[in-house]
Nanobody
Framework: QVQLVESGGGLVQAGGSLRLSCAASRVSRTISAINAMGWYRQAPGKQRELVATITSALSANYADSVKGRFTISRDNAKNSVYLQMNSLKPEDTAVYYC??????????????WGQGTQVIVSS
């Protein structure tokens, strides 16, 4: 019902920067609004974890491990969310997933995920 397309991953040296982008398109008219959007990541052999989220009112929340290095932003007009990642560390290596919460016509909030984009930070 909501398609998320991510871009911006890649290979970078430690200390470098990357910017991830995620655009949401409403495939179905049953989605009346997109609420919070965010980024999660999953490293090999580990569970998926929250990186950062941002509400439609632009209130942001970060994992302690990325505070001060990553910045999440959002363009509500474009239904897009971005993640600026600075001072990258090898432990930031993971597949990064975009998530959007879509509210349907019945008022239910449903999670939608992107396909993931790989970020590799070399030491």
């Amino acid at each position: 019902q909501v398609q998320l397309v991510e871009s911006g991953g890649g290979l970078v040296q430690a200390g470098g920067s990357l910017r991830l982008s995620c655009a949401a398109s409403r495939v179905s008219r049953t989605i009346s609004a997109i609420n919070a959007m965010g980024w999660y990541r999953q490293a090999p052999g580990k569970q998926r974890e929250l990186v950062a989220t941002i509400t439609s009112a632009l209130s942001a929340n970060y994992a302690d491990s990325v505070k001060g290095r990553f910045t999440i932003s959002r363009d509500n007009a474009k239904n897009s969310v971005y993640l600026q990642m600075n001072s990258l560390k090898p432990e930031d290596t993971a597949v990064y997933y975009c998530k959007a919460e879509g509210r349907n016509l019945q008022g239910l909030v449903l999670p939608f995920w992107g396909q993931g984009t790989q970020v590799i930070v070399s030491s």
